[in-house]
């Protein structure tokens, strides 16, 4: 390789990481799904692009709060939470931005973890503060309360504005009077991923998209417990299940 090769090569991979760096930072919907190659390793069974998109942002949050938890256990600077959540909350966006087309429903999920997020950088920020000021331990009690407070009231502004009671779902399979049928992850509804069997109705074809009412069940979500409305095309479980408009 010629010297003039070499540093062409060198120039490309700069401009290349220009690029990748810009696109970071500021980044725009793409029009491909994302690639999962490491996370599918991970995950045993079949997921939609929704599901190990949703997951993705579960696993990010959570080593969110671990390495901040690390950083208070070391007694680091604040500086170092800021700078941890400057690179998170990049990752966040770059996420949620670049992936809105492949979301089931993109606005819930955008507003659950910015929000949800920035209470947890200002619950270490804050818990930081009051370890420098705190002369007993009353200090900390009251400040889990109001933390605690704060977690509770965001929980129920966020069901106030995005709950809802119902959810969709694709007939995976009927067996008499029940069928089987396959939900999205719903933050909206409080549901997990899974296959549900419930009471069957008229009309019922596999693959047909259905509305479902969930039962909120406390500390362990909600469950599609009824049908309330058959649409009429056929869809695969690895699609969206928003509905189209034909219904029965």
């Given at each position: 390789?010629?010297?003039?090769?070499?540093?062409y090569g060198?120039?490309?991979?700069?401009?290349?990481?220009?690029?990748?760096?810009?696109?970071?930072?500021n980044?725009?919907?793409?029009?491909?799904p994302?690639?999962?190659?490491?996370?599918?390793?991970?995950v045993?069974?079949?997921?939609?692009?929704?599901?190990?998109l949703?997951?993705?942002?579960?696993?990010?949050?959570?080593?969110?709060?671990?390495?901040?938890l690390?950083?208070?256990?070391?007694?680091?600077?604040p500086?170092?939470?800021?700078?941890?959540?400057?690179?998170?909350?990049?990752?966040?966006?770059?996420?949620?931005?670049?992936?809105?087309?492949?979301?089931?429903?993109?606005?819930?999920?955008?507003?659950?973890?910015?929000?949800?997020?920035?209470?947890?950088?200002?619950?270490?920020?804050?818990?930081?503060?009051?370890?420098?000021?705190?002369?007993?331990?009353?200090?900390?009690?009251?400040?889990?309360?109001?933390?605690?407070?704060?977690?509770?009231a965001?929980?129920w502004?966020?069901?106030?504005?995005?709950?809802?009671?119902?959810?969709?779902g694709?007939?995976?399979?009927?067996?008499?009077?029940?069928?089987?049928?396959?939900?999205?992850?719903?933050?909206?509804a409080?549901?997990?991923?899974?296959?549900?069997?419930?009471?069957a109705?008229?009309?019922?074809?596999?693959?047909?998209?259905?509305?479902?009412?969930?039962?909120?069940?406390k500390?362990?979500?909600?469950?599609?417990v009824?049908?309330?409305?058959?649409?009429?095309?056929?869809?695969?479980?690895?699609?969206?299940?928003?509905?189209?408009?034909?219904?029965?």
């Open positions: 390789m010629s010297v003039e090769d070499f540093l060198i120039g490309e991979s700069v401009d290349s990481a220009i690029h990748g760096i810009i696109d970071f930072i980044p725009s919907p793409s029009e491909e994302p690639s999962f190659k490491y996370l599918s390793r991970l045993k069974k079949r997921l939609t692009t929704h599901e190990y949703s997951l993705k942002l579960q696993l990010a949050f959570l080593l969110y709060l671990i390495v901040n690390a950083l208070l256990f070391l007694k680091a600077s500086l170092w939470l800021v700078g941890v959540a400057v690179v998170y909350f990049l990752y966040l966006r770059y996420t949620l931005v670049r992936n809105r087309e492949f979301f089931v429903e993109h606005e819930p999920y955008r507003f659950f973890y910015y929000a949800i997020s920035a209470i947890s950088f200002a619950v270490f920020l804050g818990y930081l503060m009051i370890r420098r000021i705190a002369t007993s331990i009353y200090y900390y009690y009251a400040y889990l309360l109001v933390a605690f407070a704060v977690v509770m965001f929980r502004y966020f069901k106030q504005r995005y709950g809802r009671d119902y959810t969709y694709i007939v995976e399979e009927i067996k008499g009077d029940v069928v089987r049928v396959f939900v999205h992850d719903d933050i909206a409080n549901v997990k991923p899974g296959h549900y069997w419930v009471d109705v008229e009309d019922l074809e596999i693959g047909r998209v259905v509305k479902l009412i969930v039962e909120d069940r500390l362990k979500g909600a469950v599609p009824k049908i309330i409305e058959v649409y009429l095309t056929d869809q695969s479980s690895q699609s969206s299940t928003e509905p189209n408009e034909e219904t029965e």
